[in-house]
């Protein structure tokens, strides 16, 4: 299957700090990407979508000023934690798929490693 | 949106069989997928669904009814690392939402 990486895999900051997460599709080309967000013991929780050179789609109540998400290139897309607290300590997880969406493909959306963020 | 539900958690014994169940509610189906995600890392797919019916993939088994928006996993023949948290996830035109997971705790 296709590969997704992120980096770094785990990061610890200080409050008030911000911090990068990368997600690379490393064998194909991610028209889109979605960026995911798991507390411990709860499901994944899907923040924003992101196309490909236009602007991320957020997810109600994900504010798009502190969670800065570029798509500039087919296989990068990147997550910016900006003043980060404590409260945004999380697993965050990318996703990337390629083409359009169709009834029957399996195999579309595949998943980042996750990167596990510390905010002390 | 969707919405998903699936049992918090289930207990079973190495070498026994464990039926994870998910009903669902959502506009424009587009398939269903079931996720094994152990602790810290990143789900893993296990299955998909768009048409009713059981497919069937070694120890694993997913069945769909479309109809009833409900599936189910079911893990056969059960091994310690078979632990983890499994995620029932329904796509629908365009985004992929997932349940809160049912973590499974094989005993020897």
């Known amino acids: 299957g296709a590969v997704v990486s992120q980096h770094p895999s785990w990061v610890i900051c200080k409050s008030g700090t911000s911090v990068k997460i990368e997600c690379r599709s490393l064998?194909?080309?991610?028209?889109?990407m979605f960026w995911y967000r798991q507390f411990p013991k709860q499901s994944l929780m899907l923040m924003a979508t992101?196309?490909?050179?236009?602007?991320?789609?957020?997810e109600q109540g994900v504010e798009k000023d502190k969670f800065l998400i570029n798509h500039a290139s087919l296989t990068l897309s990147t997550l910016t934690v900006t003043s980060a607290h404590p409260e945004d300590s999380s697993f965050y997880i990318c996703?990337?798929?390629?083409?359009?969406?169709?009834?029957?493909?399996?195999?579309?959306?595949?998943f980042g490693p996750g990167t596990r963020l510390t905010v002390t | 949106g969707q919405n998903i539900d699936q049992p918090t958690e289930m207990t079973a014994t190495e070498g026994a069989i464990v039926q994870i169940n998910c009903t669902y509610q959502?506009?424009?189906?587009?398939?269903l997928f079931w996720y094994q995600q152990h602790a810290g890392e990143a789900p893993t797919f296990l299955s998909y669904?768009?048409?009713?019916g059981l497919e069937e993939k070694g120890r694993f088994s997913s069945f769909l009814s479309r109809s009833k928006g409900y599936s189910y996993l079911l893990l056969k023949e059960l091994q310690m690392k078979d632990s983890a948290s499994y995620l029932c996830?329904?796509?629908?035109?365009?985004?992929?939402?997932f349940g809160a997971g049912t973590t499974v705790t094989v005993r020897a």
């Open positions: 996703s990337a798929r390629g083409g359009l969406v169709t009834s029957g493909s399996q195999y579309e959306q595949y």
């Open positions: 064998d194909f080309q991610a028209t889109t």
């Open positions: 992101s196309n490909e050179g236009s602007k991320a789609t957020y």
């Open positions: 959502t506009s424009g189906f587009n398939g």
């Open positions: 669904n768009v048409l009713d």
């Open positions: 996830a329904v796509r629908d035109r365009k985004e992929l939402s």
